[in-house]
Structure formats: structure tokens, C-alpha cells
Nanobody
Framework: QVQLVESGGGLARPGGSLTLSCVAS????????MAWYRQSPGKGREMVAV???????FYSDSVKGRFTISRDEAKNMVHLQMNNLRLEDTADYYC??????????????WGQGTLVTVSS
């Protein structure tokens, strides 16, 4: 079983910054990807940023240049530094991981979500 726990959400003003963190624990042998998704009311869940094995990183166009994803492999953590926040960044942010567990199976795990509210 794999668990993801997010932290760091909260309230920020437009133009402000927040940092989200996610720690993975459990039966993890290999981590292939760690990512951040978000979901606003009435919208589907969208990918924000992905950190893939081999240090490949992808961002959605809406956050490119403003958000930075980073990975602490030793601690099995992923962070999302969010700068120059906009009202439209308001959403529940979810950590996602694709890992291989001790049985050799690929497992996809989700965190419980952390709310980011951008408001003046």
C-alpha cells in the first residue's frame, strides 16, 4: 500500500507564492513519476506538473514559467513552488505517484488533496 500526504495549501494574494509538499510512504520499490494535479469547482482534474524518472519535467501551459516542481528522492518527496499566483490557480491540489511496489506491480496513488485559494 502506498500513501501520499500533501501539505502547504492555504490562502495567497494574487502575485503571491505558496509551496506545496507531498511525501510518499509505504511499499515502494521504484518511483516512476510524481506529479501535481488540480481540480477547480465544476471542472475536471488537470495535470499541473510532472516529475518523471530520468529527471524529465513537464508543466501545463497555464503554469509554465510560474510553477516549479522539484523532487527529493532520498525523502521520497515532491514539491511545487507556486509563484505569481493568479485567481484562476484556486483549486484543490492533488499529489500523484506511479510506483512499483514490493509485489512488482505498478501502483498509482493519490493524496487527499490540499486547498489553494488565491484571493485579494
Amino acid at each position: 500500500q502506498v500513501q501520499l500526504v500533501e501539505s502547504g495549501g492555504g490562502l495567497a494574494r494574487p502575485g503571491g507564492s505558496l509551496t506545496l509538499s507531498c511525501v510518499a510512504s509505504g511499499s515502494i520499490v521504484t518511483t516512476y513519476t510524481m506529479a501535481w494535479y488540480r481540480q477547480s469547482p465544476g471542472k475536471g482534474r488537470e495535470m499541473v506538473a510532472v516529475f518523471m524518472m530520468g529527471d524529465k519535467i513537464f508543466y501545463s501551459d497555464s503554469v509554465k514559467g510560474r510553477f516549479t516542481i522539484s523532487r527529493d528522492e532520498a525523502k521520497n518527496m515532491v514539491h511545487l513552488q507556486m509563484n505569481n499566483l493568479r485567481l484562476e490557480d484556486t483549486a484543490d491540489y492533488y499529489c500523484n505517484a506511479q510506483v512499483v511496489d514490493h509485489t512488482g506491480q505498478m501502483v498509482e496513488a493519490w493524496g487527499q488533496g490540499t486547498l489553494v485559494t488565491v484571493s485579494s
